[in-house]
C-alpha cells in the first residue's frame, strides 16, 4: 500500500498564490507518476498536472503559465506551486500517484480562491 499526505491549500485571494505538497510513504516503486487532481462542488475530477519520475510535465490547458509542478525523488514529495490563481481554480485538490498498474489517492485539500 502507499499512503499520500496532502498540505498547503487553504484560503487565497485571487491573484495569489499557493503551494500543494504531497509526500508520499509506504510501498514505493522507483518507477511511478505523481500528480495532481482538483474536483469543484458538483464536478467530476480532472487532471490538474502530472510527472514522470524523470520530469516529465503533462499540464491541463487551463492552469498553463500559472501552475508549476516538481517532485524531489528524495523525499518522494511532489508539489504544485499555482500562482495568478482565480476564483474558477477553487477545487479540493487530490494527489495521486501511479506506480505497478494501481492508482493511489490523497484524502485532499481543499483550496479556495476568493475574488
Known amino acids: 500500500q502507499v499512503q499520500l499526505v496532502e498540505s498547503g491549500g487553504g484560503l487565497v485571494q485571487a491573484g495569489g498564490s499557493a503551494r500543494l505538497s504531497c509526500a508520499a510513504s509506504g510501498r514505493i516503486f522507483s518507477i511511478n507518476i505523481m500528480g495532481w487532481y482538483r474536483q469543484a462542488p458538483g464536478k467530476q475530477r480532472d487532471l490538474v498536472a502530472r510527472i514522470s519520475g524523470g520530469g516529465i510535465t503533462t499540464y491541463a490547458d487551463p492552469v498553463k503559465g500559472r501552475f508549476t509542478i516538481s517532485r524531489d525523488n528524495a523525499k518522494n514529495t511532489v508539489y504544485l506551486q499555482m500562482n495568478s490563481l482565480k476564483p474558477e481554480d477553487t477545487a479540493v485538490y487530490y494527489c495521486?500517484?501511479?506506480?505497478?498498474?494501481?492508482?493511489?489517492w490523497g484524502k485532499g485539500t481543499l483550496v479556495t480562491v476568493s475574488s
Open positions: 495521486n500517484r501511479e506506480q505497478d498498474g494501481m492508482n493511489y
